[in-house]
């Protein structure tokens, strides 16, 4: 079993930046991971935001040129920068880990990943 658990949210104003990061905890020894961001609104359903998996990274059009998604193996952690924040990046973001898939998987479905963090809140104001 994999635990992940996020920290990084908060409030900011339109245009600043935050860091998002999601520590993995348990066994997380025997295999290599993909992980990934997605983020959701009241009302509506979880969006995909962000993969690294092996050394591919794939984003969602809304964010290509502002968010960086990273990961450090030495401290089993994964970060979501996040820059020119937009009040429509408003939401709760989720961190998500698998292990490492082929290019043939989908990483944009949520179905495609086995374990999730709790969320962590960001809220943008304009």
């Known amino acids: 079993q994999v635990q992940l658990t996020e920290s990084g949210g908060g409030l900011v104003q339109a245009g600043g930046s935050l860091r998002l990061s999601c520590a993995a905890s348990?066994?997380?020894?025997?295999?290599?991971?993909?992980v990934g961001w997605f983020r959701q609104t009241p009302g509506k359903e979880r969006e995909f935001v962000a993969a690294?998996?092996?050394?591919?990274?794939i984003y969602v059009d809304s964010v290509k040129g502002r968010f960086t998604i990273s990961k450090d193996n030495a401290k089993n952690t994964v970060y979501l920068q996040m820059n020119s924040l937009k009040p429509e990046d408003k939401a709760l973001y989720y961190c998500?880990?698998?292990?490492?898939?082929?290019?043939?998987?989908?990483?944009?479905?949520?179905?495609?990943?086995?374990?999730w963090g709790q969320g962590t809140q960001v809220t943008v104001s304009s």
């Open positions: 690294l998996n092996w050394n591919d990274r």
């Open positions: 998500a880990a698998t292990p490492l898939f082929s290019s043939s998987v989908d990483s944009r479905r949520t179905t495609s990943w086995h374990y």
């Open positions: 348990g066994r997380t020894g025997s295999y290599d991971y993909a």
